[in-house]
T-cell receptor, first 115, second 116 residues
Framework: NAGVMQNPRHLVRRRGQEARLRCSPM?????VYWYRQLPEEGLKFMVY????????ESGMPKERFSAEFPKEGPSILRIQQVVRGDSAAYFC?????????????FGDGTRLSIL | AQTVTQSQPEMSVQEAETVTLSCTYD???????LFWYKQPPSRQMILVIR??????QNATENRFSVNFQKAAKSFSLKISDSQLGDAAMYFC?????????????FGSGTQLTVLP
């Protein structure tokens, strides 16, 4: 299956720890998007990356959150010093390009729980 | 900023019947994309249907069709012959057609229950 792969599916952290969420885009896709879904809400955009570049991070909290998409390997969403409010489902999507006819394909998400 | 509004938090439909989910949006752009995504209990995000704003013809995908009213900024989803497997949260989403703002803007969702 060449779909968007996210891991882990579930991640439990204690307050103050770091969380690392990984996303491998579909084969051939070089555009990655991260979204966050709080309980009972829709998805909210966080960041848009291409290989080695952050294109748009307007939805990222200013502190504790960072994202990367290196030349080799998966995209990583990193949350430092997690707090209870970070508990959410984090979805990654990828697209083949930036052209308007390239839809975003979503992974199954990572459910982050903060104790 | 673009906003997407789904005014029906919950809807229900009898199996084999038809249901329509509402979505309105606000934008000053003339060209954009609209989507309906389905999120079943497994929490996957599944693309149901896509509409390009410059196309007047309403998109259809098997039992799913949209009623796109550009002037009214309305984009409703019609599900015909509803099946138990259609039960899910449905999200309407907006996307700019070009430029760096490629993210999807989602509505708050409509929880659809299908009654046997």
């Amino acid at each position: 299956n060449a779909g968007v792969m996210q891991n882990p599916r579930h991640l439990v952290r204690r307050r103050g720890q770091e969380a690392r969420l990984r996303c491998s885009p579909m084969k051939g896709h070089s555009h990655v998007y991260w979204y966050r879904q709080l309980p009972e809400e829709g998805l909210k955009f966080m960041v848009y990356l291409q290989k080695e570049n952050i294109i748009d991070e307007s939805g990222m909290p200013k502190e504790r959150f960072s994202a990367e998409f290196p030349k080799e390997g998966p995209s990583i969403l990193r949350i430092q010093q997690v707090v209870r409010g970070d508990s959410a489902a984090y979805f990654c999507a990828s697209s083949l390009g930036q052209a308007s006819n390239q839809p975003q394909h979503f992974g199954d998400g990572t459910r982050l729980s903060i104790l | 900023a673009q906003t997407v509004t789904q005014s029906q938090p919950e809807m229900s439909v009898q199996e084999a019947e038809t249901v329509t989910l509402s979505c309105t949006y606000d934008t000053s752009e003339s060209d954009y994309y609209l989507f309906w995504y389905k999120q079943p209990p497994s929490r996957q995000m599944i693309l149901v249907i896509r509409q390009e704003a410059y196309k007047q013809q309403n998109a259809t995908e098997n039992r799913f069709s949209v009623n796109f009213q550009k002037a009214a900024k309305s984009f409703s989803l019609k599900i015909s012959d509803s099946q138990l497997g259609d039960a899910a949260m449905y999200f309407c989403a907006y996307q700019w057609p070009s430029g760096s703002a490629r993210q999807l803007t989602f509505g708050s969702g409509t929880q659809l229950t299908v009654l046997p």
